[in-house]
């Protein structure tokens, strides 16, 4: 990418909104919400979109939304969402509603296995939207007797809307622009439409075969620039080298940095190969927490109470040189105190602490090979699907 265009995507929008929503019901009460409240468009991009009862949820209101002339367009990945039966599809499409799969396994005319559309973002006209972790599906929603996995996202209101709107639209034309496909038309915010909360905001990409690393970059920004304290929390913790690095780096400085990782996991494999890297951490000083409570899921970074990244990436070499990945930037101080307190919060009432010596009082050596095998597993998997990445010019 040019300086130039590089100081353009690092670039601020001054006039927006913002609300913390926690996943589970306050998340799918917003999001609908949203939904309702759209009279021109709705671009909707997300990872898994299931037919259970939360997905069935979801794709009434987008019915709704079609019947009073709004145009939605609904792209769900073509791997994680491949379960969506023919006749469910068929239903979306008989509705009004424009449905097309990202990248569909077997279908696709630029076939990269590993890269997939790991957005999880919804707009509404082109001035409010909601962006974070949370997929549509039971897991992520409260059920009767089933809490959800824990995640968050972030309900925005202004400029940066626009930002994302065209986000999704490239991503639907595969980065072709047709005029008539879902127009996001340009619509000035006044401060005094906003009532609270009002803050910069920057939308972020990761697509390495389009040659797009910005939450690869806010990430770094935070640890070179933090001067007492990141707190990260993360599911699918495994940083590279190079962020391994800056932590290190930036625990040399006096930074405090405390991680907040699964406890309980989805994905064995994964928690057994993040904790082969628990040593590591704790060697240099990282506070290190696991929680407990239920499945993690959220992705949230916050620097020095000022400002905070969340989304749909994760922090490891997947997020970083594979999946396509969303993220917004908030710069507020007041607002990047209350999520390290959300945060804060978390670390008091549901983690459990991770220490070098509760660490060794669980050690052995069969725990250790399994850790360390999953690890190199994790790695050579990656390497497989991805080596035969080519990057693009736009």
């Not at 939207?129 to 968050?152: C, E, Q, R, S, T």
């Not at 405090?256 to 989805?266: E, N, R, T």
């Not at 040593?279 to 499945?295: P, S, T």
């Amino acid at each position: 990418m040019s300086k130039r265009k590089k100081k353009l995507a690092d670039k601020y929008t001054a006039v927006n909104e913002v609300k913390l929503i926690r996943g589970g019901k306050d998340y799918f009460v917003a999001l609908l919400q949203l939904i309702g409240n759209a009279r021109e468009s709705i671009h909707f991009q997300t990872y898994i979109f299931t037919e259970d009862e939360t997905g069935r949820l979801v794709t009434d209101a987008l019915k709704e939304a079609v019947k009073k002339k709004v145009q939605v367009y609904l792209m769900a990945d073509g791997y994680a969402s491949q379960d969506l039966s023919n006749s469910f599809i068929e239903e979306l499409k008989s509705a009004g509603i424009y449905f097309r799969f990202f990248e569909p396994v077997f279908k696709s005319s630029n076939f990269y296995f590993g890269r997939r559309m790991h957005y999880k973002v919804v707009v509404a006209d082109a001035t409010s939207a909601i962006v974070g972790g949370v997929n549509i599906a039971n897991k992520y929603n409260d059920m009767p007797g089933k809490p959800a996995w824990l995640d968050f996202a972030l309900l925005v209101t202004g400029q940066v809307s626009m930002d994302l709107c065209i986000q999704c639209r490239k991503t639907w034309r595969g980065y072709q622009m047709p005029s008539k496909i879902g127009a996001c038309r340009n619509k000035p915010f006044d401060t005094e439409m906003l009532t609270k909360n009002i803050c910069e905001v920057r939308m972020r990409c990761n697509d390495w075969v389009w040659r797009k690393n910005d939450i690869s970059r806010t990430y770094i920004e935070m640890l070179n620039t933090a001067t007492s304290q990141v707190t990260i929390l993360c599911s699918y913790f495994l940083p590279g080298k190079t962020l391994r690095r800056q932590m290190a780096l930036a625990i040399k400085k006096g930074v405090s940095i405390k991680v907040i990782a699964a406890g309980p996991s989805d994905i064995m494999l994964s928690k057994y190969a993040e904790r082969w890297l628990y040593d590591w951490l704790l060697r240099h000083g990282i506070e290190l927490y696991e929680y407990q409570r239920n499945i993690l899921h959220a992705k949230i970074a916050v620097c020095d109470n000022q400002w905070m990244t969340i989304g749909s990436y994760n922090i490891n070499n997947i997020s970083a040189y594979a999946s396509m990945e969303l993220n917004l930037d908030v710069r507020n101080a007041a607002f990047a105190t209350n999520v390290t307190q959300t945060l804060n919060e978390l670390i008091a009432n549901d983690c459990k602490r991770i220490t070098q010596a509760n660490l060794l009082k669980t050690r052995n050596i069969f725990k250790q090979f399994v850790r360390w095998f999953s690890y190199q597993f994790i790695r050579i998997v990656f390497y497989l699907f991805t080596f035969y990445f080519k990057q693009r010019s736009r």
